[in-house]
């Protein structure tokens, strides 16, 4: 049986889906999944095709609400994909997404 939500709870819900609902973050913490080790800013940039400092704007929210680590090393910042179960979540939102296109093309067919 799950336990009521505190506003404390929801507040914190509300951040991490809201992080989730940006199309760049989104493609950031896929990169990160995908990548299943550490990157640096740099291959993140390259691998979502967004410039360095939209990259570090998007590291700097998701970091915030607890979905990627930050670990200096050396002179280098590397940056991780904090819980796999996000790839999950992702996974499942992205496949509903993909039917709902699917229908709505099948219907203008």
Same mark, same amino acid.
């Given at each position: 049986?799950?336990?009521?939500?505190?506003?404390?709870?929801?507040?914190?819900? *509300?951040?991490?889906?809201? =992080?989730?609902?940006?199309?760049?973050?989104?493609?950031?913490?896929?990169?990160?999944?995908?990548?299943?080790?550490?990157?640096?800013?740099?291959?993140? =940039?390259?691998? *979502?095709?967004?410039?360095?400092?939209?990259?570090?704007?998007?590291?700097?929210?998701?970091?915030?609400?607890?979905?990627?680590?930050?670990?200096?090393?050396?002179?280098?910042?590397?940056?991780?994909?904090?819980?796999?179960?996000?790839?999950?979540?992702?996974?499942?939102?992205?496949?509903?997404?993909?039917?709902?296109?699917?229908?709505?093309?099948?219907?203008?067919?």
């Amino acid at each position: 049986m799950r336990h009521p939500l505190s506003d404390s709870m929801i507040q914190e819900a *509300t951040g991490i889906f809201s =992080a989730l609902g940006d199309p760049s973050r989104l493609k950031i913490l896929r990169a990160l999944l995908d990548a299943r080790t550490a990157m640096n800013q740099g291959a993140i =940039a390259e691998a *979502t095709g967004l410039s360095q400092a939209n990259t570090s704007k998007h590291l700097a929210c998701l970091a915030r609400v607890g979905l990627v680590t930050r670990e200096p090393e050396g002179t280098s910042v590397f940056f991780e994909a904090v819980n796999p179960l996000v790839k999950d979540l992702c996974d499942l939102v992205c496949d509903h997404a993909a039917a709902r296109t699917r229908r709505a093309y099948k219907d203008l067919a």
